[in-house]
């Protein structure tokens, strides 16, 4: 079958020179990656598999081809059984506790996804999370939960009274992770015969201790920051004197780069490392490569060594800040083609060295301007991201995870949002996302309000669109409803904290470029934000100021509308620009005919059909992707997490909407929260 799905891109490439097209550069990034045998010879079957292709490319050639049938391809059975290998009538789950910084919402949802994936294969779950707020823990998913701390002592009295046979250690965040290895140490999972599932204990060990992380990198030639892994202040100070200053400290086994931080000089790394190892015994002093790009990969790959990127997500902020306080986007926006793809081979080449079963997420410095990069670290279980990832592509990264670590393998699982391609596939998306974190800083006083590598941030929000610019200005507006869009604030010295992040640090990007006249350029070399996204944004500037130049609202023709609709602007925006109100701008752009269009997260970027429920509006589009006859109840979200709202109500929400369907009657949720 390798060697047929090598003729059959060969054929592929032929038949689009025939046709004289030319295949957008997003599909290229959509074949897989599996083992691949080694052939000698092609046998007498693999020949007659080649004259049967060539017939059928013959005809493809000659017929006009029709759009495959969703309910037609899964009932010609090329998706197989996909029976589960693994012998478990009892599985033990473990959560992720009570909700912190970096471990929040996101592994309700992982563990939600995991008893889910139980329940459908007849296996008993027993879940173990003290958190009464989240949806795991409702009794809907769980055949049985316990509200007990998530330590050892008391998993080993749940062991010993409900008998497991296995255990998923990867959907509870870095609280199940590091449970899990210290259970294994003590030689716990072997005397009570419970089986690990997904993800061995020792691959989460490697991924987690940095002196066997680095180790195991260099094994395959995969760079890494210079790096020494100490576990005293005299020996920290030592290590940074070998790989010289600036250096990042970070701490193992660590939630949220917590104890994690940038040293300059020997008092500030003196105190840091004292601060660090309060948190940890290892801590790992590295070259610092801060202002670089950075980016993730999620992965996933099976027991048979199939292996996939599901997502990969940029940083609007370069290295420096943690990926929960940055602005990313989804997919990658400023990478070329020959970046990506280095990216994603080296991605595959990690995860099947260290033996990942499930899913894993691979975080990267890029050079600015090179091809040089080097590996941050790897979560060798579903992360922060994944919820982000899911939502963003449609692939349902933790309830495939589980349905690997039951002994399932890609190729013979169906993808469960999609129902029209197997689990074996990479996403493609014709839409961009974009994820704000929010702060709740104000509600402190004298608060250090930097960002660094240690996260801060309570929340985040999810915005899709066809355009970056539409994607950003609907997250800004999504943080808090006192934002229009991109805008400014007062900043007693704006240049300082365009250098020097904070949680407002986008609003002195806008104020910089919209009020203060500052150029790309300028703005690049103080804060080191990525040009392109610059210019994306001096886009918003330039149409914010013709808005404003015409300063009336009957001067606004239907095509500066539509541009400003398709930017992302709100009809609030609008109005503040040309001094009218909102419901004068609403009525004038309902007058034009210029409305949104409701379309579908399309993972498969229109190759295939792609049956899914996620859906967003956008106004660079010509039609609907749903019909509107359902006449359904929606139920409203409660937003972006923050102090005093976050997934309690969640639970609210989904009860409310299950209770619904009981009833018969159709529901729409609209929430904005990735988590």
């Known amino acids: 079958m390798a060697f047929t799905g090598r003729l059959t891109r060969h054929f592929k490439h032929e038949l689009l020179q025939h046709g004289k097209q030319r295949a957008p550069q997003i599909a290229r990034r959509t074949f897989v990656q599996t083992a691949l045998p080694t ?130 250690l990867s959907f509870g965040g870095q609280t199940a992770l590091n449970l899990g290895v210290k259970m ?61 200053y600036p250096v990042i400290v970070r701490a193992a086994y660590a939630l949220g780069g917590l104890g994690s931080g940038f040293a300059d000089n020997a008092d500030e790394l003196r105190d840091l490392s004292a601060r660090s190892l309060t948190l940890s015994p290892q801590i790992l002093v590295e070259k610092s490569l801060k202002g670089w790009k950075e980016a993730e ?47 994603r081979t080296a991605s595959i080449k990690i995860v099947r060295h260290l033996g990942v079963v499930g899913e894993c997420n691979v975080q990267y410095a890029l050079q600015p301007d090179g091809l040089d990069y080097r590996v941050i670290e790897v ?68 608060v250090d309000r930097s960002i660094g590598s240690s996260m801060k941030s309570v929340g985040e929000v999810m915005a899709i669109g066809r355009t970056f610019e539409e994607s950003f200005q609907k997250a800004i507006r999504q943080v808090d409803p006192k934002y229009d869009g991109v805008q400014g604030d007062h900043f007693e010295n704006l240049d300082d904290v365009l250098k020097n992040p904070t949680d407002r640090r986008w609003l002195a990007v806008g104020q910089a470029m919209l009020h203060e006249g500052y150029s790309v350029d300028r703005v690049h ?62 009525a004038r752009r309902k007058n034009f005919g210029i409305r949104p269009w409701v379309k579908k997260i399309d993972t498969l970027a229109a190759e295939f059909p792609a049956d899914t429920n996620y859906l967003y509006t956008t106004y660079n589009a010509s039609t609907h992707d749903v019909t509107f006859n359902d006449h359904g109840i929606v139920v409203l979200g409660s937003g972006v997490y923050r102090i005093g709202s976050s997934v309690e109500f969640d639970w609210c929400a989904v009860n409310a909407t299950l209770s619904l369907k009981a009833l018969g009657k159709k529901t729409v949720m609209i929430n904005y929260s990735k988590s």
Not at 404 to 417: K, R, S, T, W
Request: hydrophobic share 40%.
């Open 39 to 168: 052939f000698d010879k092609p046998s007498n079957a693999v020949r007659q598999q080649i004259r049967s292709f060539a017939r059928s490319t013959k005809c493809a050639a000659a017929v006009p081809q029709v759009a495959p049938n969703a309910q037609a391809y899964l009932a010609s059975g090329a998706i197989g059984t996909g029976q589960k290998k693994v012998d478990v009538k009892k599985v033990l789950v473990i959560g992720s506790g009570g909700l912190a910084i970096g471990q929040a919402g996101e592994f309700d949802y992982s563990g939600s996804q995991a008893l889910k994936a139980l329940k459908e294969e007849g296996v008993k779950s027993i879940l173990i999370n003290p958190n009464i707020a989240t949806i795991q823990t409702a009794h809907v998913l769980a055949d049985e939960v316990y509200y007990l701390p998530v330590t050892p002592e008391y998993v080993t009295y749940v062991i010993e009274k409900e008998r497991p046979d296995g255990i998923f």
């Open 184 to 244: 294994d140490k003590m030689g716990i999972f072997e005397r009570y015969g419970v089986q690990v599932l997904g993800t061995s204990t020792k691959t989460l060990e490697t991924s987690e201790d940095r002196e066997l992380f680095a180790q195991a990198l260099n094994e395959i030639n995969v760079p890494i920051a210079e790096s020494i892994a100490v576990g005293t202040i005299d020996k920290a100070l030592e290590a940074a004197e070998t790989v010289g």
């Open 297 to 343: 990969y999620e992965v996933v790959r099976d027991a048979a060594d199939n292996c996939i990127t599901v997502c990969n997500m940029e940083n609007f902020d370069p290295l420096g800040v943690h990926t929960g306080d940055s602005i990313v986007v989804s997919p990658s926006q400023t990478f070329s083609d020959e970046e990506y793809h280095m990216l």
């Open 379 to 446: 979560n060798a279980r579903l992360s922060r991201s994944s919820a982000l990832a899911s939502k963003a592509t449609g692939y349902p990264l933790a309830y495939t995870a589980a349905k690997i670590g039951l002994g399932y393998d890609l190729p013979n699982l169906p993808n469960a949002v999609t129902r029209t391609t197997t689990a074996n596939f990479e996403p493609s998306l014709d839409y961009i996302v974009t994820k704000i974190p929010r702060w709740d800083l104000s509600k402190f006083q004298n």
């Open 525 to 586: 070399e103080l804060s080191k934000i990525d040009r392109w996204f610059l210019y994306k944004i001096q886009n918003i500037v330039d149409c914010t100021h013709e808005l404003q130049h015409i300063g009336s609202l009957f001067g606004v023709k239907k095509e500066l509308m539509l541009k400003a609709k398709k930017m992302g602007f709100s009809d609030k925006q609008i109005a503040k620009a040309v001094n009218c109100t909102e419901d004068e701008v609403r």
